[in-house]
């Protein structure tokens, strides 16, 4: 199984600042057809997940542009460039380059 | 529009089989290209993806769990149904159905992985 690895597991945020998270697998995300299915996903506090960024950087319809995803390879990391209150949740990276599809731990957002 | 339903008792008890549907509008499992997954997450705790079935009735397990689950599609109903068998306390989580899809346009794979999900179903094992 590839194992996602993400840091930091939690991230204190003041408003307005932005936020980083890292996201590293345990092997290459490049799949045979040449694109890396790594995706970010939010959960708000309790709520179901909900899809961000998909293929490492593109963002999935009605995600606000603060969002970015980057990275290649085994590495990759999703940027809030200016945190708002309805950013707090927790963020996973997901693979779906090769079964069994992988989480993360979680990255868990909050305001400081 | 998209959506998604899980259904399910709430609570089961340890060595019962749990039974989940996954019922679904907006698409159609017969379309090439087109899956449903189910995941879940323990309370308090990361997901964990379980299963996946394809438009082609292609199916894909999680290998630490594969000899307990069954996933299954009725297209006529648009549902999915995910078994598990010999639950455990360890099993008591949230767990979501999810839709996936491969399409190609204009000559670029679009594939996101899971998009869109469904609300989840509290299953609880105990005694």
């Known amino acids: 199984d590839t194992v996602m690895t993400q840091t930091p597991l939690s991230s204190p945020v003041t408003l307005g600042q932005p936020a980083s998270i890292s996201c590293r697998s345990s092997q290459s995300l490049v799949h045979s057809d040449g694109n890396t299915y790594l995706s970010w996903l939010q959960q708000r506090p309790g709520q179901p997940p909900r899809l961000l960024i998909y293929?490492?950087?593109n963002r999935f319809s009605g995600v606000p542009d603060r969002f970015s995803g980057s990275g290649a390879g085994t590495d990759f990391t999703l940027k809030i460039s200016r945190v708002e209150a309805e950013d707090v949740g927790v963020y996973y990276c997901?693979?779906?380059?090769?079964?069994?599809?992988?989480f993360g731990q979680g990255t868990k957002v909050e305001i400081k | 529009q998209i959506t998604l339903k899980e259904s399910g008792p709430t609570l089961v008890k340890p060595t019962q089989t749990l039974t989940l549907t996954c019922t679904f509008s907006?698409?159609?499992?017969?379309?090439?290209?087109?899956?449903v997954g189910w995941i879940r997450q323990p309370p308090g705790k990361a997901l964990e993806w379980l299963a996946l079935?394809?438009?082609?009735?292609?199916?894909r397990y999680s290998p630490s769990l594969k000899s307990r689950l069954t996933i299954s599609k009725d297209t006529s109903k648009n549902q999915v149904v995910l078994t598990m068998t010999n639950m455990d306390p360890v099993d008591t989580a949230t767990y979501y159905c999810a839709h996936s899809i491969m399409t190609l346009v204009r000559g670029v794979i679009i594939f996101r992985g899971f998009d869109y999900w469904g609300q989840g179903t509290l299953v609880t094992v105990s005694s």
């Open positions: 293929k490492i950087s």
């Open positions: 079935i394809y438009w082609d009735d292609d199916k």
């Open positions: 907006g698409f159609s499992l017969s379309t090439s290209g087109v899956g």
């Open positions: 997901m693979q779906a380059t090769q079964f069994p599809w992988t």
